[in-house]
Every structure is written in C-alpha cells, then in structure tokens.
Nanobody, 124 residues
C-alpha cells in the first residue's frame, strides 16, 4: 500500500518561502509520477506541479511558474515543493499525489494515491 505523508506547511508572510516535503513509502517509486495539488477554502482542488520520478520532467501551473520548484530525492523517496515569493492567494491545503507511470499530470483523477495534506497560509 502506498503511503504519502506531507510536511512543511505553516504560516508565512507574503514574499516569504516554504518548502513542502512528501515522503512516499510502500512501493518502489522509480516509475511513478508525483504531483502537488492545492485546495483553497470554497474552491476546487487544483494542480500545482508534477515530476516524473525517473525522467525528472517537471510541470507547473501557470500561476506558480517561476516561483515554485518541484524536485525529488530518489534515495529518500521524497518529493519537495520549494515555494518562493509566496502570495496570499497561495493559501491552501497542499496535497501530494502519486501514480504509476506517465499520466495526465494536471488532472486530479489521474492519481490514485494521496496524502492527508498540509496547510499553507500566506498573510498579507
């Protein structure tokens, strides 16, 4: 059974930075696609970023391009989301997601495995 555990969320002022981590366990993740999604209050969950574990291709939502960076550490089975120049509109619960193989990365239904989420709050 795949388990994903996020950490690193918190409260930060606008313009600040946070790094989220997602530790994956239960499988060998060399062929997985890993994604980050977020859900703000009253809004649908939306795609943020994704990375193919083996190919290390990265994908970003337009709203975070140039500010967020997704990366992974194979040895630690961990995916990171470095978030810089944070804005109040980045406030949301951030979720890590995983799926085997190459998927349509920005589509929520592409992923079968999800973490519990970590809260990110950006104050103005």
């Amino acid at each position: 059974q795949v388990q994903l555990v996020e950490s690193g969320g918190g409260l930060v002022q606008a313009g600040g930075s946070l790094r989220l981590s997602c530790v994956a366990s239960g499988r060998t993740f060399s062929s997985y696609t890993m994604g980050w999604f977020r859900q703000a209050p009253g809004k649908k969950r939306e795609f943020v970023a994704a990375i193919t574990w083996r190919g290390r291709n990265t994908y970003y939502a337009d709203s975070v391009k140039g500010r967020f960076t997704i990366s992974n550490d194979n040895a630690k089975n961990t995916v990171y989301l470095q978030m810089n120049s944070l804005k109040p509109e980045d406030t949301a619960v951030y979720y890590c997601a995983a799926e085997v193989g190459i998927v349509v990365v920005h589509t929520e239904s592409s992923y079968n495995y999800w973490g519990q989420g970590t809260q990110v709050t950006v104050s103005s």
